[in-house]
């Protein structure tokens, strides 16, 4: 009951999101996923999510779904090939990925039935929902756009003094380290979802033996944090310093549109901040920082790892914030508010599995708490933060380090104790 009422309200999700995607002339998710099993496929997780959905499998059968996929796309590759069709850059593979959930779901209706027929189920939707998040994302940042043609920068830019402006310096050090450093950070930025399905892969790795899923694992969180972070765009619609005070990532594009052509060499001046006008094609994208968010999860379900693991999700996170920072992608303040956002979002899911108790709605609470007060004080007092920022500054570090202890204390609390075994008493000898 637990899973079709998910599936339902995720179902229902989508079909209003479509629906108000095309009545802002934009294709929804749904409808950018149709065209996929046929057109050439945007770069994105189709094979992860084909991964993802083989972890229900049996080894034969996993065999069986990648050589369908392959075999797939090789056919669709020769045929576009045969009739000269125009393939952008990147986008020759992916339909067969897609195909082979689309077929296991038939499949699992077709020929299986009880517990095997719900299982094979859970994992086709949770490849396909994994592959539909990508385009649901998508498309909330395309209505971001759209619905809000001001943006906010000029209050985060100022709140950002506090913090000492730190994505002017790390762009600053990124073109001083020369293009190596920002070709590995570009591609540490671009594979999150990757890193992600490697992690989740781990999580997942005894599901075909058990034949259940684990309580809790990365792509619940991962899917939340992309569900309700864009939500937060339409309250606080800002779209990054390299847009508002540089030049767009084009080079030339965002010149017309910045507030002032400043990053990453000049801090922006402090002055009395208003909402300024942006174009319709730049998703608002920034506050929280998702990317940070994610990165900060992966590091999270990576903690329980073998020790390459851990390494890895230590690295993605260091990586992932340098490189928001150092691209113009985010301010500083950005990343805060993200790192809260994903341990109340963590947090939140951890509870809902073990069951609500004052610990778990005590530390949401104040989760939520700080990250409402942490924007609020980026719109309200972005001056006195920027004029105080001896004060301010260390306040905000403090309020993201309260949480961190928070959650550390809170899900240590939850984890089951050792008890040690009892010493058994010496019985008397006989007489």
């Not at 149709?34 to 993802?52: I, M, N, Q, T, W």
């Not at 260091?318 to 992608?329: E, H, I, M, N, R």
Request: proline share 8%; charged share 15%; net charge positive.
């Amino acid at each position: 009951m637990l899973w079709g009422a998910a599936a339902a309200a995720a179902l229902a999700f989508f079909v209003t999101l479509e629906i108000v995607a095309r009545r802002h002339g934009i294709p929804g998710p749904l409808t950018a996923q149709a065209r996929e099993l046929v057109l050439p496929p945007k770069p994105g997780p189709l094979y992860g999510g084909l991964a993802l959905m083989m972890v229900v499998l049996t080894w034969r059968q996993r065999l069986v779904a990648a050589g369908a996929a392959v075999g797939i796309d090789l056919v669709f590759v020769l045929v576009r090939w045969a009739l000269d069709v125009q393939v952008p850059e990147g986008q020759f593979f992916g339909n067969g990925a897609l195909w082979a959930m689309v077929g296991c779901a038939v499949f699992a209706l077709a020929r299986r039935s009880g517990q095997e027929r719900a299982l094979l189920l859970k994992g086709v939707g949770l490849g396909l929902l994994l592959v539909t998040g990508r385009k649901t994302g998508d498309t909330w940042l395309l209505i971001t756009s759209k619905t809000r043609p001001t943006v906010l920068d000029p209050y985060v830019a100022t709140a950002d003094h506090a913090l000492g402006n730190p994505s002017w310096i790390a762009g600053r050090l990124l073109k001083a380290a020369g293009p190596m450093s920002g070709h590995v950070l570009h591609v540490v930025y671009a594979q999150l979802a990757v890193a992600a399905v490697v992690v989740a892969l781990y999580q997942l790795r005894r599901v075909a033996a058990e034949r259940h899923f684990p309580r809790h694992h990365l792509v619940r969180t991962f899917l939340v944090i992309g569900l309700l972070g864009p939500a937060v765009y339409m309250i606080f619609p800002v779209v990054g310093p390299i847009f508002a005070y540089g030049p767009g990532t084009s080079g030339t594009g965002g010149v017309e549109w910045a507030v002032a052509n400043l990053w990453p060499h000049t801090p922006p001046p402090i002055g009395v901040p208003h909402p300024v006008p942006y174009d319709g094609l730049t998703p608002r994208n920034c506050m929280p920082s998702l990317h940070t968010a994610w990165a900060t999860a992966i590091f999270i379900h990576s903690r329980r790892g073998p020790r390459l693991l851990r390494y890895a999700g230590a690295f993605w996170l260091v990586a992932t914030l340098s490189a928001t920072l150092a691209f113009g992608y985010h301010y500083g303040v950005d990343l805060v508010a993200g790192v809260v956002f994903a341990l109340t979002v963590e947090t939140a899911l951890r509870a809902f599995d073990r069951g609500w108790d004052r610990s778990g709605i005590r530390m949401v609470a104040y989760g939520t708490a700080v990250f409402a007060a942490l924007l609020t004080s980026y719109r309200y007092l972005p001056v006195t933060m920027a004029e105080h920022p001896w004060v301010c500054g260390p306040l905000v570090v403090l309020a993201l380090l309260s949480v961190i202890l928070g959650y550390l204390r809170t899900t240590a609390a939850w984890e089951p104790k050792d008890v040690p075994a009892l010493r058994p008493e010496p019985q008397p000898e006989p007489v």
